[in-house]
């Protein structure tokens, strides 16, 4: 790949829609306000973006009211080839879609290209899925009736995404919810709106009917998603997020019984175990932990590894992270890219210090970087006491933390020692322990001898205080539809 241009991000900067999206037309806030987009690798503002007010979050949601009936009654192929064109769309466009995203959120240039690909698969998966949707016939078990079950759209949905990864989390929502025949309103992220942007205007290319689709970036969330979650007329929220956002979301969204799903935070144990590969635990420990820069949800967050193997997994860890290059995502060679904001580098900084103060030892990094750019060094710090915060706190930075542990039955109690329960990894030659580490470990997802779990045919998602509900896999779809039950008496009389 050539290196980046200044020439390169102006044209990409040039070319992202700045607006609201409502009703098919893009447009300024009702105010006129904007905010700025910045660049995390130099604090330079990229563009500012329509600010929208409760108003405009209001009127975005009577053009999906508008929009649903209409939406709904297109076909399935229809709605299937819309979503097949955007995904052409998408990857014809990777590059400039890569270079808008390590722009606005940091990430190395490689891992947005795939991120690229991983959001793209989504729309291409959910393109598949839209014509699949299928209810049941049967018979009572008495003999005397005959029950139908069929599924229809949920109705306008809410769909609220993170910054960390500005197309995935988007395409995760919008993809299966178009494709059930749903019409949505997407709240981005304040800090990476622009990518979202984009595939808007995508989808809109891809001939995607007025009104199904909209987008209202704005600084104030709560304002302006708040009354779209009190109005009845609105059938579902998708969100997200953190863990204590998304439960004083799950609170509003009790006052009509609104239909949730609720991606939220993890805390993802990593085990180690004394028989495992040591060259794939490794791998898979730097992908899991430093993939994103440590910002994922599904980052593994604690390290525990046998006491017969944690010198040598630490040495070597630790030799991979000193040849780490740090700096901004679109330098080339970057393994290590800026943290999203100084308050993650604070938070990253505070944590390593506490683990510090508690008797860890730091092996490599534990330390800010100078700016500008928001930087925290590449880390590892290992015999991390109990108690430690780093342990209970989701990092989101590249830090990684290691604690020894002598059996099985203690890795499993210190793995479901925590709130969340998103996603586990697990280093193992045995079949029959990675058998019961899948029956044992508290968790919605668990990569045995892998280091990452995503991808678009299976159903994303966690237990415990990580959510409620599934994306991806033929579960996701299921989650902007209703079920509806026909009884029926026995066709023969009987
Ligand atoms: P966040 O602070 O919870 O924000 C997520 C989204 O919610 C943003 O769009 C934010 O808007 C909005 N928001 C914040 N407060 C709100 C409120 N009171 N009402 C309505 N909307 C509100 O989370 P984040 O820092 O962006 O993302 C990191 C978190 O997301 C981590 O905990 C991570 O684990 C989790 N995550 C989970 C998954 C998963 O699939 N389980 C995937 C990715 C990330 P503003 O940007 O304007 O604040």
């Given at each position: 790949?050539?290196?980046?241009?200044a020439?390169?991000?102006?044209?990409?900067?040039?070319?992202?829609p700045?607006?609201l999206?409502?009703g098919?037309?893009w447009g300024p806030a009702?105010?006129?306000?904007?905010?700025d987009?910045?660049?995390?690798a130099?604090?330079?503002v990229l563009?500012?973006?329509a600010?929208?007010?409760?108003?405009?979050?209001l009127?975005a949601?009577?053009?999906?009211?508008?929009?649903?009936a209409a939406?709904?009654a297109?076909?399935?192929?229809e709605?299937?080839e819309v979503?097949?064109?955007?995904?052409?769309l998408?990857r014809e466009?990777?590059d400039?879609?890569?270079l808008?995203?390590?722009?606005?959120?940091?990430?190395?240039?490689a891992e947005?290209r795939g991120?690229?690909?991983?959001?793209?698969?989504?729309v291409?998966?959910?393109?598949e899925?839209?014509?699949r949707?299928?209810g049941?016939?049967g018979?009572?078990p008495e003999g005397?009736g005959?029950?139908?079950?069929?599924?229809?759209?949920v109705?306008?949905?809410?769909l609220?995404?993170p910054?960390?990864f500005?197309l995935?989390?988007a395409?995760?929502?919008?993809a299966?919810?178009l494709?059930a025949g749903c019409t949505?309103v997407?709240?981005?992220?304040e800090?990476?709106?622009?990518?979202t942007?984009a595939?808007?205007?995508i989808?809109?290319?891809?001939g995607l009917?007025?009104?199904?689709?909209?987008?209202v970036p704005?600084?104030r969330?709560?304002?302006?998603?708040?009354?779209?979650?009190?109005d009845?007329?609105?059938?579902?929220?998708s969100?997200?997020?953190?863990?204590p956002?998304?439960?004083q979301l799950?609170?509003q969204?009790?006052?009509?019984?609104?239909r949730?799903s609720?991606?939220?935070?993890g805390n993802?144990?990593?085990l180690?175990?004394?028989?495992?590969?040591?060259d794939?635990a490794?791998t898979g420990a730097l992908?899991a932990k430093f993939r994103?820069?440590?910002q994922?949800?599904?980052?593994?967050?604690?390290?525990?590894?046998h006491?017969?193997v944690?010198d040598a997994?630490v040495d070597?860890v630790?030799?991979?992270?000193r040849g780490?290059?740090?700096?901004?995502?679109?330098?080339?060679?970057?393994?290590?890219g800026p943290?999203?904001?100084d308050?993650?580098?604070?938070?990253a900084?505070?944590?390593?210090?506490?683990?510090?103060?508690?008797g860890a030892e730091?092996?490599?990094?534990?330390e800010r970087?100078?700016?500008?750019g928001t930087?925290y060094?590449p880390?590892v710090v290992r015999?991390?006491a109990p108690g430690?915060?780093i342990?209970?706190?989701?990092?989101f930075?590249?830090v990684?933390t290691v604690?020894p542990f002598?059996d099985e039955?203690?890795?499993v109690?210190l793995?479901?020692?925590?709130?969340?329960?998103?996603?586990?990894?697990a280093?193992?030659?045995d079949r029959?322990?990675g058998q019961r580490?899948?029956?044992?470990l508290?968790?919605?997802m668990l990569?045995?001898?892998?280091?990452?779990?995503s991808n678009?045919?299976?159903?994303?998602g966690?237990?415990?205080?990580s959510?409620?509900?599934?994306?991806?896999?033929?579960?996701?779809?299921?989650?902007?539809?209703e079920?509806?039950?026909v009884m029926t008496p026995?066709?023969?009389g009987?």
């Amino acid at each position: 790949m050539s290196p980046v241009t200044a020439a390169d991000r102006r044209r990409v900067l040039d070319a992202v829609p700045t607006g609201l999206f409502i009703g098919g037309s893009w447009g300024p806030a009702g105010d006129g306000g904007t905010f700025d987009v910045h660049d995390p690798a130099t604090g330079e503002v990229l563009v500012s973006v329509a600010d929208a007010t409760p108003e405009d979050g209001l009127r975005a949601l009577d053009a999906a009211v508008a929009a649903q009936a209409a939406w709904a009654a297109t076909a399935p192929r229809e709605r299937s080839e819309v979503l097949r064109r955007a995904f052409d769309l998408l990857r014809e466009r990777a590059d400039d879609l890569a270079l808008l995203m390590t722009l606005e959120m940091g990430k190395p240039l490689a891992e947005s290209r795939g991120e690229v690909a991983y959001g793209g698969e989504f729309v291409r998966w959910f393109s598949e899925e839209a014509v699949r949707v299928t209810g049941r016939y049967g018979t009572n078990p008495e003999g005397t009736g005959r029950t139908t079950v069929l599924h229809r759209p949920v109705g306008p949905c809410l769909l609220i995404t993170p910054w960390n990864f500005p197309l995935a989390m988007a395409t995760r929502k919008i993809a299966p919810a178009l494709a059930a025949g749903c019409t949505v309103v997407v709240k981005p992220a304040e800090q990476t709106p622009l990518t979202t942007l984009a595939f808007t205007a995508i989808l809109a290319e891809a001939g995607l009917p007025d009104g199904v689709v909209q987008i209202v970036p704005t600084t104030r969330a709560a304002d302006v998603t708040g009354p779209l979650i009190d109005d009845p007329r609105l059938r579902k929220l998708s969100f997200t997020g953190s863990t204590p956002v998304g439960s004083q979301l799950l609170r509003q969204a009790a006052t009509h019984v609104l239909r949730t799903s609720m991606e939220l935070g993890g805390n993802a144990p990593f085990l180690v175990f004394e028989d495992a590969d040591l060259d794939a635990a490794v791998t898979g420990a730097l992908q899991a932990k430093f993939r994103n820069v440590g910002q994922a949800c599904t980052a593994a967050n604690r390290f525990f590894v046998h006491e017969r193997v944690v010198d040598a997994f630490v040495d070597r860890v630790a030799e991979a992270v000193r040849g780490y290059r740090v700096g901004a995502g679109t330098d080339d060679g970057v393994d290590i890219g800026p943290l999203i904001d100084d308050r993650a580098v604070d938070k990253a900084a505070a944590l390593v210090d506490d683990a510090v103060r508690r008797g860890a030892e730091v092996v490599v990094g534990g330390e800010r970087l100078d700016g500008p750019g928001t930087f925290y060094a590449p880390t590892v710090v290992r015999d991390v006491a109990p108690g430690s915060e780093i342990l209970r706190t989701e990092i989101f930075g590249p830090v990684l933390t290691v604690v020894p542990f002598a059996d099985e039955d203690e890795a499993v109690r210190l793995a479901n020692d925590t709130e969340y329960g998103l996603v586990a990894y697990a280093f193992t030659r045995d079949r029959a322990r990675g058998q019961r580490l899948a029956e044992r470990l508290e968790t919605g997802m668990l990569g045995l001898d892998v280091g990452v779990v995503s991808n678009a045919s299976a159903p994303f998602g966690g237990v415990k205080e990580s959510g409620l509900g599934r994306e991806g896999g033929s579960e996701g779809i299921h989650e902007y539809l209703e079920t509806t039950y026909v009884m029926t008496p026995d066709p023969f009389g009987a």
